[in-house]
């Protein structure tokens, strides 16, 4: 069981590339999201969607851009890359508001120099 | 806003030692709180999740209390082994009906265990 599984895993951007990062789940889960963790301000959340075809802004989703055509795909766009955005980005999912079945993918590790 | 803080920031013990994390949250209406784990370079593991009608969960070697009323939670590990080894990160869902699952997080304990 693939569970959540995020590719890119690694990406070297120069500043103003455009890129998308893809996560796709396999467990039926309706509510997907984007979060970044960077050193000292922890995991924060950029977008998340409650279902296909759906999307909303988290904490942070200034320069991001999200899509969730499909159920189990949820990916993330960055249209114009700038240095801040260097981060590791979490892809998650849960099956409901409960947050039971909470689950993570390995994570993309992004450099933009 | 939801803040959460987790204390110690980072803590080393010898094998075989008891240890307790900590978890501060400033909105007590939670529903859940959900502890995780990560290793280096990979993604977050659900260890344990608490409703915020339990006081407690327990997953082998781990415990978790919760109390609400003075927004705090714990972690407790038993007799402790290298393989413990991580970043413990707490977190709390947003309040309300319309949180949807997302989750505020703490910056997370880095805890070593030597042998």
């Known amino acids: 069981n693939a569970g959540v599984t995020q590719t890119p895993k690694f990406r070297v951007l120069k500043t103003g590339q455009s890129m998308t990062l893809l996560c796709a789940q396999d467990m039926n889960h309706e509510y997907m999201y984007w979060y970044r963790q960077d050193p000292g301000m922890g995991l924060r959340l950029i977008h998340y969607?409650?279902?296909?075809?759906?999307?909303a802004k988290g904490e942070v989703p200034d320069g991001y851009n999200v899509s969730r055509l499909k159920k189990q795909n949820f990916l993330l766009g960055l249209e114009s890359a700038a240095p801040s955005q260097t981060s590791v980005y979490f892809c998650?999912?849960?099956?409901?508001?409960?947050?039971?079945?909470?689950?993570f993918g390995s994570g993309t590790r992004l450099t933009v120099v | 806003k939801q803040e959460v803080t987790q204390i110690p920031a980072a803590l080393s013990v010898p094998e075989g030692e008891n240890l307790v994390l900590n978890c501060s949250f400033t909105?007590?209406?939670?529903?859940?709180l959900q502890w995780f784990r990560q290793d280096p370079g990979k993604g977050l593991t659900s260890l344990l999740l608490i409703q915020s009608s339990q006081r407690e969960q327990t997953s082998g070697r781990l415990n978790a209390s919760l109390d609400k009323s003075s927004g705090r939670s714990t972690l407790y590990i038993a007799a402790s082994q290298p393989g413990d080894s991580a970043t413990y990160l707490c977190?709390?869902?947003?309040?309300?009906?319309?949180?949807?699952?997302?989750?505020?997080f703490g910056q997370g304990t880095i805890l070593t265990v030597h042998p």
């Open positions: 998650a999912s849960s099956s409901d508001r409960s947050n039971y079945g909470y689950t």
């Open positions: 909105d007590s209406a939670i529903y859940n």
């Open positions: 969607s409650v279902g296909e075809g759906t999307t």
């Open positions: 977190a709390v869902p947003d309040a309300g009906g319309t949180s949807y699952g997302k989750l505020t």
